[in-house]
């Protein structure tokens, strides 16, 4: 079946860590993807989104993504992350179609 | 309103009971989309409009669940004779250039 694979569900850093959220899906051919942040207690937001063109997207609060069309795989990457990241990632895709499916999400905690 | 807004946040049904969920989505957003999310899970696609039009329910788990937005702008979604299993966040969305903008959720707990 065609899904998202978000396989780090528990992730846990200490403040200044570098951070890689691993996405893979299984869709062939064109695809959208996004990055979707959910911090405690707020709705879902976008942190970055692919639809063509450069492979490296840079989004907001100094994440960036790479999407590796051969290994199809989109992974969430933060040089030095802050406390403040302690929140749900959720990797996302639509392929033709108008919905969006996601991952299982990932829980990161980063400690002080 | 600035985002989604959807109502209630909470709501407690018992087992049986009907509920209904509504979504303000953000002003001249055509696209309209409902979510399920279930505990530790990641949203699930239930339904679509685009406009008034549904264009896809393929994601609604019954025919217990319904969904309508008779103008274009206002949603409901409708779950009739809750059962335990329905028990999630209910989320709803609206959709410009692409990206979604989520509301804060319906949780809907059935006893």
């Known amino acids: 079946a065609q899904s998202v694979s978000q396989h780090n569900h528990h992730v846990i850093l200490s403040e200044a860590a570098s951070l890689e959220l691993g996405c893979n899906y299984s869709?062939?051919?064109?695809?959208?993807l996004f990055w979707y942040v959910q911090y405690p207690g707020q709705h879902l937001q976008l942190l970055l989104k692919?639809?063509?063109?450069?492979?490296l997207v840079k989004g907001i609060k100094g994440f960036e993504a790479e999407f590796i069309k051969s290994k199809f795989s989109f992974n969430l990457r933060k040089p030095s992350v802050q406390w403040s990241d302690t929140a749900e990632y959720f990797c996302?895709?639509?392929?033709?179609?108008?919905?969006?499916?996601f991952g299982t999400g990932t829980r990161l905690q980063v400690f002080p | 309103g600035a985002g989604v807004s959807q109502s209630p946040r909470y709501k407690v049904a018992k087992r049986g009971q009907d509920v209904a969920l509504r979504c303000d989505p953000i002003s001249g957003h055509v696209s309209l989309f409902w979510y399920q999310q279930a505990l530790g899970q990641g949203p699930e696609f239930l339904t679509y409009?685009?406009?008034?039009?549904?264009?896809?329910k393929s994601g609604l788990p019954s025919d217990r669940f319904f969904a309508e937005r008779p103008e274009g702008s206002v949603s409901t979604l409708k779950i009739q004779r809750t059962q335990q299993e329905d028990s999630a966040v209910y989320l709803c969305?609206?959709?410009?250039?692409?990206?979604?903008?989520f509301g804060e959720g319906s949780r809907l707990t059935v006893l």
């Open positions: 996302a895709v639509n392929k033709d179609t108008d919905k969006l499916i």
């Open positions: 692919y639809f063509s063109g450069d492979p």
């Open positions: 869709y062939g051919g064109t695809v959208n």
């Open positions: 409009f685009q406009n008034e039009a549904q264009l896809d």
């Open positions: 969305a609206s959709r410009v250039d692409g990206e979604l903008f």
